[in-house]
C-alpha cells in the first residue's frame, strides 16, 4: 500500500523535543515547513483581506484551502484549469486542502449521512450535492494541494460514546476509500507537474479516550501515512477534554510523523497543544476576529472599536513588528474601523495572523533551547493576565 | 498680501509645452509633483482598499484627503492631535485637501446657504454644522495638507446663468475671506513642524464661459496663487461645455501656475483636459469603480464578474505592469469578486489607480517629446473602439 510518487517529496525530520512538544522540518514538494507552525486559512483561495505578499513577507509558509468552498465556487475543475490552486492563487509554498467533511457539519443544510457518503444542500445556492470518500478525493487532487486531508465524519463535540464511535468507524472506513482512490488516481490522473500529494488521515472519537485511543492505533495500523490530523475539537467541549483528548491521541500515534489539530486556533490553545504534540494549526480566527475589530496583543485581547483607543499613538502591540504596528497607531486604525474602510479590515487580519505566526515560532525556539515550560507559563500569565488598556 | 511661509516652499516648473499642454514639476514641502498628474483619492485619509505601500510601489506623488469626510470622522482635531495627516495615514509625499464645497452640495442634507456660509445636517448623524470659509480654512489647518482648496459654493453642472454668476461671486468673495483667514491663522496658530501649506481658490462659473472668464480674471488678479483649482465641472453638464469651459479657463489664467480640474475623471477625460492646459486630477472612479468589478484596460472598460472570464488566465490588461496584472489571472480576480473576496476589491483599486497614474505619465512623456496629439488620438482611438471581449 506504499504510495510511490509521495515516498521521496515528504518527510518530517525533529530537531528537538522538550517534553511532549517538538520541533521539526516537515518537507513538501513546495518546500519546508518549520514546526510548530500555524497555516493561515485562505478558505476560497485567499487569506482573507491579506495579499499573498503579505503573507511572505510575515513568514507563513504553508496555508490552508477548503475543498468544499472551492468545489462550490469556482470549483475545483475550473482550479484544475487554471493549473491547480499554487499557480491560480499565486502561492508557490506548501498548501493543505481541508476535505470538506467540517463544512458539510457545519455549513450545508438538510444533510443525509450514510455509509456511501453525504448528501447535502450547497449553503450558496441549495444545489444538491454528493460527498463520498472518492468524490472528495477527485475535488482535492484537483485542486493540487500538496497535502490532502481524507473525507471524514464529523459530529458536534459533546456527542455521547456511541454517536462518536459509529463517526469514527465511519471515518476509518472512508480513510480506506480514500487512500485506495488517491492511489487510483495517481495512476489514471497523473498531475501535470506530477507533483505528489500526500494524504493525511484524521484521528476522530469525540471527548472519548478509548474512541480516540482505538482510532489513532487502527489508522497507524493501516498505512505508513506522511502525517495525521486530529480533528472533532475545538467544536463545542470543554477546554479540559480537548486537552486530554490529545494526550491520548500523542501516546497512541508514532512520534516521527507531524499532528495536525485542525481549526486550532486561540494563541493558547496553541500553546497547550503543542506542549502535547502538536505540530500545525489553522484557524480562521485571526482573520475573522480581525475583521470584527479584535486584535491579539502579548498583553491580552483587544477591541480596537473601543472610544479609549481614539487619540492612542502607540501600535496595536508594542512587542509586535508587523506591518501594521511598525506603521500605524491605534488611533488611526480605530479611525479606519469605525468608518468602514477595507485598509483596516487588512490591517487587523495582517496582525492577528502575524501574532500567531511568531507565537509558533518563538514557541520552536523555546522548544530548541529546552525552555519550553518557563517560557510557556510566562507567555500565558501576561497574555491571560494583564489589562490591555492598561499597558 | 504675501504669504511668506509658503514664498519658498511651493513652486512650478515648466518642463515643456506641447500646444496648451503642459509638462511641469509641482514642488512642494512634501516633495516634487510631476505633472500632468492623477492624485489618488484618500476620502477618510485612506485611499480606499489600498495601503499606502501600494500607492508608492505605482508611483502615486500626491494624493487627496477630505475637509468635510475628516471633521466628521476622526474630527480635524484628532488628525491634529496625532500629528497631522502626512503622520496620521504613514502618508509622507504631497497631501491635497478638498474643502467640503462639494461634499456639502452633494451628500449633506437640509442645506441653507447665505453669505456668512453653509448650514448642513451631517450626512452620518444628523446632527447640524456650519460651515464658513473661516470654518473650513481652520479645519484644513488641523489636517495640515500641503495644498489647500478654498471653501466655495458649488452648484448643479447645468445650473441658469443667474444662479451660477451668483455662486461665482460668492466663491470670490469667500476666497478673499479664505486667504484672510489662512493669513491669520499662519501668526495665531503655527503648525508644529511649520510646514506651510498653499491655499488654491477655485474657479467657477457652470457652464457660462463669460462667467468662467470673469471669475479666472477676478481670482488672479485677487493674490499671486501658487496654483488654481476648476470646480464645478463633471457634475451633470455635457461634455463640449466642459471643454469649453476649459479653453476659456486655460486662456484667462496664468501659464505659470499648476491648473487643478477637480473631480475628473475618466481616462478620456484626462487626456481631453490635459489637451486644453490641466496639470493636475483627482477622482473617485478607479477605485469605486475597481469596488464594483470595473476594470479600465487599453482596450477600453470591461466587468470582471462576466461569465466570460471565468477560465480566462491572461491578466486584466495584457500592457500593464502593475501589482495585480503581473500576478493574477481574470478567472482568479473574476472569483474573488463573486466570491466576495476582500483581495478583489484591493486587486481592481489597485489596477485602475496605477491604470490612471500611468496614463498622466505616458501623456507626460508624449509632451515632452512634442507627439501629445498623436499619442492622444492613438490612444483614444484604441480605448474607444476594441471591444475589450475581443482582444
Redesign the interface.
Known amino acids: 500500500m506504499a504510495m510511490p510518487q509521495s515516498a521521496n517529496a515528504f518527510k518530517f525530520d525533529l530537531v528537538a523535543n522538550a517534553g511532549a512538544a517538538r520541533a521539526g522540518v516537515f518537507v513538501t514538494p513546495h518546500g519546508p515547513v518549520e514546526t510548530p507552525a500555524f497555516m493561515p486559512v485562505g478558505t ?3 487569506v ?6 503579505d503573507l511572505v513577507q510575515m513568514g507563513a509558509s504553508m496555508i490552508l484551502a477548503n475543498a468544499y468552498h472551492l468545489h462550490l ?2 470549483g475545483d475543475d ?1 482550479v484544475r ?3 491547480g490552486l499554487h499557480r ?3 502561492w508557490d509554498r506548501p498548501i493543505l486542502t481541508d476535505s470538506g467533511g467540517f463544512q458539510v457539519f457545519s455549513l450545508a443544510q438538510l444533510r443525509t449521512i450514510n455509509e456511501d457518503g453525504v448528501e447535502f444542500q450547497s449553503h450558496i445556492d441549495g444545489s444538491r450535492r454528493f460527498f463520498t470518500p472518492e468524490v472528495v478525493m477527485q475535488i482535492e487532487r484537483n485542486l493540487g494541494a500538496d497535502v490532502i486531508m481524507q473525507f471524514d465524519h464529523v459530529i458536534p463535540g459533546q456527542s455521547d460514546e456511541p454517536t462518536a464511535r459509529d463517526a469514527s468507524e465511519r471515518s476509518i472506513r472512508w480513510l480506506a476509500r480514500c487512500l485506495a482512490e488517491v492511489q487510483r488516481l495517481e495512476i489514471t490522473q497523473p498531475l501535470e507537474d506530477k507533483t505528489p500529494q500526500a494524504l493525511f488521515p484524521i484521528v476522530q472519537g469525540g471527548i472519548h479516550s478509548g474512541l480516540r485511543r482505538e482510532a489513532a492505533r487502527a489508522i497507524a495500523d493501516m498505512h505508513d501515512w506522511p502525517g495525521f490530523g486530529i480533528g472533532g475539537l475545538s467544536v463545542g467541549e470543554e477546554k479540559p477534554a480537548m486537552y486530554e483528548m490529545l494526550e491520548v491521541v500523542d501516546d497512541a500515534l508514532p512520534k516521527t510523523h507531524p499532528r495536525y489539530l485542525m481549526g486550532v486556533g486561540f494563541p493558547e490553545d496553541l500553546i497547550e497543544a503543542m506542549r502535547r504534540g502538536v505540530d500545525l494549526f489553522d484557524c480562521v480566527a485571526p482573520t475573522r476576529m480581525g475583521r470584527n475589530g479584535a486584535v491579539f496583543t502579548r498583553d491580552g485581547r483587544l477591541n480596537i472599536k473601543r472610544a479609549e483607543f ?2 492612542d ?1 502607540r501600535p496595536l502591540d508594542a512587542d509586535c513588528d508587523c ?1 501594521a504596528c511598525s ?3 491605534r ?2 486604525i ?3 474601523f ?2 468602514d ?3 483596516g ?2 490591517l487587523l487580519s495582517l496582525h492577528n495572523v502575524h501574532f500567531l505566526l511568531s507565537l509558533a515560532r518563538q514557541a520552536r525556539q523555546a522548544i530548541k533551547t529546552g525552555d519550553l515550560e518557563t517560557w510557556a507559563r510566562d507567555w500565558l500569565s501576561r497574555y491571560q493576565t494583564t489589562s490591555p488598556l492598561a499597558v
Open positions: 476560497l483561495a485567499t482573507k483581506a491579506l495579499d499573498p505578499d465556487r469556482p475550473v484549469e487554471m493549473g491560480f492563487m499565486r481614539r487619540t499613538p506591518a506603521r500605524f497607531s488611533a488611526y480605530r479611525h479606519l469605525v468608518s474602510e477595507i485598509l479590515l487588512r
